[in-house]
């Protein structure tokens, strides 16, 4: 499973490199990695549930511990869901913020 999930997050690679992801752990049921994110500094899991036929999705602190849970995550949404904890959450102001903390612009973006 865990080989799948990588394969769905490298169908959009550059989303996922904007996480800034380290440390892949390979689970039974799925898998687990650290990113530092815009909006989240901590670990990502992503577990198959056999039930539902759709992915869990844990976004955990730097201690592992539980910050938000989304179930129900079918595999064309997985990166999209990820993306908007991670990195990008859809606030009117996220190009601002992004170019205040980092000092660059996103105007002509192509």
């Not at 198959?48 to 844990?58: C, K, R, S």
């Not at 205040?100 to 105007?107: D, H, M, N, P, T």
Request: aromatic share 14%; with cysteine.
């Amino acid at each position: 499973m865990a080989e799948y999930i990588m394969v769905l997050l490298k169908s959009r690679i550059t989303i996922m490199w904007s996480w800034g992801c380290r440390s892949f752990v390979a689970l039974p049921d799925g898998l687990m990695w650290h990113v530092q994110g815009y909006l989240l500094t901590g670990w990502v899991k992503v577990l198959y549930n056999v039930g539902t036929d759709a992915f869990d999705v844990y976004f955990l602190n730097n201690k592992k511990e539980l910050i938000k849970k989304v179930e129900e995550v079918y595999l064309d949404n997985l990166v999209d869901v990820i993306d908007y904890n991670v990195e990008k959450d859809g606030s009117f102001d996220y190009d601002q913020r992004v170019k205040q903390q980092y000092s660059i612009s996103l105007q002509n973006r192509i």
